[in-house]
């Protein structure tokens, strides 16, 4: 019988080290909602622009020497990717990307900028997995899933043990609530197991919200058919994983879905009272807070997860009023 690695909270506290040792921490931001300090961890910030380096790099240097030779295949709309990429260029590893042909360009470009090679397909009627495994077994190289794997729940976890030191230094609560982004779930399944004391709350676009309808179901259920277009990319996971299902189903984690409208307004929020960028599946954490649709208290942690926006379509937004 083959024993499935799980993901552990040792795990994330070694990754965090690795990390630390090469990257600094993403800045913490502090506004008051109703009188209560509200705080943003902005993963925005990174080197790629989204969280995804964390568990890359916990993943990547996890592999041995034969292992780093034959290289790697990971497949992601951009954001993933571009971690996969950087962690490869930095540790010599080769890497080839899957990428939607319907990937936003600046993504595509920084990936292909990192040294990866990117192999295009259609998002509509071919299967990712399918090609990734493919290439993969073909080459010899290791598959590193965009969130179905325990080394990439570590090190996404990682977040969290930085903004709770962050917390403590600046004389706040410790995390109590947590809203993130999901798309497969590895960053919200990362950051419960990082912070088992606070409680998630996984937030989706409306139509992709697959995790909140397992989550309340008890078992995974799938997008529906025909899913509505979303500005979310990152967050067009079909079908949640077994592994990160089932760390926040345990964790009794809660689900919100928000509106495209809600998304744009919390990009235009986060630009105008953060002065950040953040893109669509970035902003659905801050969407839902600003929507109403999690309550503050103390010790509230809002992810802004990635600010990897396109040019065209975030001048849109912050020229729109709705």
Not at 85 to 109: C, Y
Not at 191 to 218: F, H, K, T
Not at 234 to 262: C, M
Request: charged share 20%; net charge neutral.
């Amino acid at each position: 019988m083959t024993i499935v690695r799980q993901p552990t909270r040792a795990g994330v506290r070694d990754a965090a080290a690795k990390i630390a040792a090469i990257l600094p921490q993403t800045p913490i931001f502090i506004t008051e909602f109703r009188g209560i300090p509200v705080v943003f961890k902005a993963e925005s910030l990174q080197p790629v622009g989204a969280f995804k380096i964390r568990g890359a790099w916990h993943r990547l240097t996890a592999l041995d020497d034969a292992a780093r030779e034959r290289g790697v295949v990971a497949f992601s709309s951009g954001n993933h990717a571009q971690g996969v990429a950087w962690a490869a260029r930095r540790l010599g590893i080769p890497a080839v990307i899957v990428m939607p042909s319907d990937a936003p360009r600046t993504k595509l470009e920084a990936t292909l900028a990192m040294g990866a090679e990117v192999v295009r397909y259609d998002r509509a009627t071919e299967s990712r997995e399918k090609i990734a495994a493919h290439l993969a077994h073909a080459r010899g190289a290791v598959l590193v899933p965009s969130f179905d794997d325990p080394w990439v729940i570590e090190g996404q976890g990682t977040a969290g043990i930085e903004a709770m030191s962050q917390m403590i230094e600046a004389k706040l609560p410790d995390p109590a609530r947590v809203i993130v982004p999901c798309g497969g779930g590895g960053l919200a399944a990362g950051l419960a197991i990082a912070l088992p004391e606070a409680e998630m709350v996984v937030v989706e676009p409306e139509g992709w919200d697959d995790m909140r309808r397992s989550l309340e179901a008890g078992w995974i259920e799938p997008v529906g058919d025909n899913p509505p277009p979303t500005a979310c990319d990152a967050l067009q996971t079909k079908l949640v994983s077994p592994l990160t299902f089932d760390v926040l189903s345990r964790r009794g984690a809660l689900g919100v879905a928000v509106s495209e409208a809600e998304v744009r307004e919390a990009q235009r929020w986060a630009a105008a009272k953060l002065r950040l960028v953040v893109e669509p599946g970035g902003a659905v954490a801050l969407a839902a807070l600003l929507a109403g649709k999690v309550a503050v208290e103390p010790g509230l942690l809002v992810i802004l997860s990635g600010g990897n926006a396109d040019p065209d379509a975030y001048a849109r937004v912050l020229g729109s009023k709705d």
